[in-house]
């Protein structure tokens, strides 16, 4: 027996659905994890010196914060996650140095006969349409709505880099959850000068991740704790701005 065309799209169609619900409850199974009280963990609080100081290059407080972030119980696969991730906001110079550092914090560590829980690799991570489509639905539901503007008809390449790689294959990866990629981002982008509308997006993101005000407010504390004054004012700063609108 033949089968039509119209049938044969429509059972591929089908199979398309069903293997971007299975993407999309692992991510959601991911989301359930976070964090939903009114403090940051000693783990979460960890996080953004992290990033921060990989941001700025500076060895000497990074190395510090990677030694602080292990001992306050984040897994190696956590931080090498952190890192891997901030070269979409960094620079890949900046995320391989800071990767580069700790490898040598963890030989350090290992020599003075500390033992750091490993972590897990993540799962399966979509290819092709069903990564753009995995990655344009994530990118909608951090923001809270489409993404689009002048500047993506503009630049369309830049869109489609934000859809299918840092929304798609780097948030598709479900061994970091969302609240901790944006504890990242912010601390990230709260160290450099320059980019105060992507860290004011990067505040409501997280909002939309279910951090709250008060957290965020220790995120800019734990800025401060580690030498980091500038990027601590300029977190507290974004977070007024967006709880004042």
């Not at 696969?77 to 890192?83: G, N, P």
């Not at 993506?152 to 840092?166: C, G, Q, S, V």
């Not at 970091?176 to 981002?185: I, N």
């Not at 939309?208 to 220790?218: E, I, K, M, V």
């Amino acid at each position: 027996m033949r089968t039509r065309p119209g049938r044969a799209i429509a059972a591929l169609a089908a199979l398309a659905c069903i293997s971007f619900a299975s993407s999309a409850l692992s991510v959601q199974a991911m989301e359930n994890k976070v964090n939903t009280q009114q403090t940051l963990t000693e783990k979460q609080l960890a996080i953004a010196p992290i990033a921060a100081a990989t941001a700025t290059g500076d060895m000497a407080q990074l190395t510090a914060s990677l030694n602080a972030g292990l001992d306050a119980g984040l897994a190696i696969s956590d931080v090498k996650e952190i890192l891997v991730q901030l070269y979409a906001y960094t620079g890949f110079p900046r995320s391989l140095n800071a990767l580069g550092e700790f490898m040598k914090v963890l030989e350090s560590r290992r020599q003075r006969g500390m033992q750091d829980n490993p972590g897990r690799d993540p799962g399966r991570v979509p290819t092709g349409a069903e990564l753009k489509a995995l990655g344009t639905a994530n990118q909608t539901k951090l923001s809270g709505a489409p993404v689009k503007g002048a500047l993506f008809d503009f630049a369309p390449a830049i869109d489609e880099y934000l859809k299918t790689h840092l929304f798609g294959a780097i948030f598709a990866r479900d061994n970091l959850d969302w609240q901790s990629r944006e504890l990242a981002t912010v601390g990230a982008l709260a160290a450099m000068p320059g980019v105060e509308s992507q860290l004011q997006s990067h505040i409501r993101i997280s909002i939309n991740t279910g951090l709250t005000g008060p957290q965020l407010r220790q995120l800019a504390d734990s800025l401060g704790e580690r030498g980091q004054a500038d990027a601590a004012g300029r977190a507290r700063a974004a977070l007024e701005r967006h709880l004042a609108s």
